[in-house]
């Protein structure tokens, strides 16, 4: 079965017949990559160690990229860094009930873009923030208080 070529698909069919224990780390470094509509990346590098278990293939994976992004206080647009690790075990037929993308395909070739993706995801702030300290737009003239001062600066709303 042909699959269709994917950045971060890995052939483990390498360890279907090496002892338990063998493992080898596959290195993954690209200035640009794409992993979703709304998921360009750049800076991006990682490692997954492949595993072989009694069940299956162990990856332990660990990636860092950046994303562009806009701050939520002063809009700009910012480079926000992620990342993320995990350990997910691809069973052998046979050796158990698994979801389909968790089962070692028959080929060997595991895809991790899904993966990759899920786990980057999770990383991304719910509220970014272009630094801790952003002090965001003035409510009343929408001037970037980071870049200058307003004439608000002191403003207090009564009630």
């Given at each position: 079965m042909n699959q269709p070529r994917t950045l971060l698909r890995v052939n483990?069919?390498?360890l279907l017949n090496q002892p338990?224990?063998?493992?080898?780390?596959?290195?993954?470094?690209?200035?640009?990559i794409h992993l979703d509509p709304e998921m360009d990346l750049t800076a991006f590098n990682g490692v997954v160690r492949l595993n072989r278990t009694p069940q299956g293939v162990l990856a332990i994976g660990d990636f860092k990229a950046d994303m562009q992004a806009e701050c939520v206080r002063c809009l700009e647009p910012y480079?926000?860094?992620?990342?993320?690790?995990?350990s997910e075990l691809f069973l052998f037929k046979?050796?158990?009930?698994?979801?389909?993308?968790?089962m070692l395909p028959d080929d060997g070739n595991i895809n991790f873009t899904p993966l990759v993706w899920e786990y980057l995801n999770l990383d991304i702030p719910i509220k970014p923030l272009c630094r801790k300290d952003c002090r965001g737009l003035c409510v009343m003239c929408g001037t970037n208080l980071n870049l200058e001062e307003c004439e608000h600066q002191n403003y207090i709303i009564e009630e």
């Open positions: 483990a069919g390498f338990i224990g063998t493992f080898r780390d596959i290195h993954f470094e690209f200035e640009q480079l926000q860094p992620l990342h993320a690790s995990f046979g050796h158990g009930l698994a979801e389909p993308g968790q």
